[in-house]
């Protein structure tokens, strides 16, 4: 296995709220590795976007504290000055949101504003960079790219904008993408026309991408490894065959439950102290409440990746209830992903 080139390990992102601190991010571990793509999974706040906004230096907030360790390609990113993460920002890790989209600068053709990415990155590029933007423009899709790149933002639909978003993120070349939920605000033609593109170029360019989506169809396209976030807590990591055959920690399966529509998601404080879904989870024991799980692994094979944050798959316990459910909850969304994978 190659080294990995952003390694988090122990994160945490404490925001300090007038009632007490709120753990937004819990001891998050992750690793991505060049040419693949990792899945950041769970349901809306549980610190997705906390996680890669701390990673890069992007909460700005006086509010929160960061703590813990970010390696990317060796540097120690929580360390890092302002320059030194702007430069990174600007060169070696691309950030495609949601709403870049509406990020575009309206005074400026898409032409210069990818150029400005180009030669932020490049003081000397090879070819000029108006060519480079062209070609850009035209690998994230855009017709007529000798004529649009010209346009200013107003003249482009929404999902052409954030091609052209796309196309600015790419121009720096970057060793890493991170795409936080890049598709969630578009109609869902365009959505699947995006995905598309991110598949393609995550082929044809070897594009190592974190990827933060709560759509398990989108997981199912283009992960190679998942990590399920709880409560500002991973509770399952694996490769994706792994998790989507057999989704081990209970709060994987009521994600899984919700999206196929199988149940009504209730929500309950996190538990302070043990495992946060205690409170939620039909498996849970004394036990549950008073330590914090740590990962173990969920198939009897020890060498595979794939483990759950769950007292059930420690040796010894019966984990044969939990399993069960897997194996139900696995089947009901296999049957929605394949219809899904027609459109
Ligand atoms: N600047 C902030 N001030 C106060 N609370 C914040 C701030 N940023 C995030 N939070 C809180 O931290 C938690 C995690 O937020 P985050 O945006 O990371 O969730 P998420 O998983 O990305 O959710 P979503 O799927 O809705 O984007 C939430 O409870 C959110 O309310
Ligand atoms: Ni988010």
Redesign the pocket.
């Known amino acids: 296995m190659s080294k990995p080139l952003l390694t988090v390990e122990n994160l945490r992102?404490d925001?300090r709220?007038p009632d007490g601190v709120?753990s937004?991010?819990d001891g998050m571990d992750l690793t991505v590795t060049r040419g693949e793509t990792v899945c950041?999974v769970?349901?809306?706040?549980?610190?997705?976007?906390?996680?890669?906004?701390s990673i890069t230096g992007l909460?700005?907030?006086r509010?929160?504290d960061v703590s813990g360790s970010v390696r990317f390609d060796g540097e120690a990113l929580l360390e890092a000055d302002e320059a030194t993460l702007r430069t990174i920002r600007g060169n070696r890790i691309a950030y495609l949101f949601?709403n870049s989209h509406n990020a575009l600068d309206p005074v400026y053709s898409i032409g210069n504003q990818i150029v400005e990415a180009i030669t932020f990155h490049d003081d000397d590029p090879e070819p000029e960079p108006r060519e480079q933007a062209i070609e850009l423009l035209e690998t994230v899709g855009l017709s007529r790219p000798g004529e649009r790149v010209d346009s200013y933002p107003h003249e482009l639909s929404q999902g052409m904008r954030q091609r052209v978003a796309l196309a600015i993120a790419l121009a720096a070349d970057p060793d890493l993408l991170i795409a936080?939920?890049p598709t969630?605000a578009l109609d869902v033609t365009i959505q699947a026309r995006i995905l598309e593109l991110l598949e393609q170029l995550k082929r044809e360019r070897d594009l190592t991408v974190l990827l933060?989506t709560?759509d398990l169809r989108v997981v199912a396209r283009l992960a190679d490894r998942v990590v399920v976030?709880y409560a500002?807590q991973p509770v399952e990591r694996g490769p994706v065959d792994a998790v989507f055959e057999t989704p081990a920690h209970p709060y994987t399966q009521a994600l899984f439950d919700s999206f196929t529509g199988t149940t009504q998601k209730t929500h309950e404080q996190p538990a302070a102290t043990g495992c946060r879904f205690a409170s939620e989870c039909p498996h849970a024991v004394d036990d549950c409440r008073t330590e914090r799980p740590a990962f173990e692994a969920v198939g009897t094979d020890e060498t595979t990746s794939h483990q759950a944050a769950c007292i059930y798959y420690r040796d010894g316990r019966d984990r044969s209830k939990v399993l069960e459910r897997a194996t139900g909850v696995a089947t009901a969304a296999d049957s929605l992903l394949e219809v899904s994978d027609g459109e």
């Open positions: 992102a925001i709220m709120l937004a991010v950041l769970g349901e809306s706040g549980s610190g997705k976007s906390l996680t890669c906004d909460v700005s907030s509010k929160i949601q936080d939920e969630s933060v709560h976030m500002g």
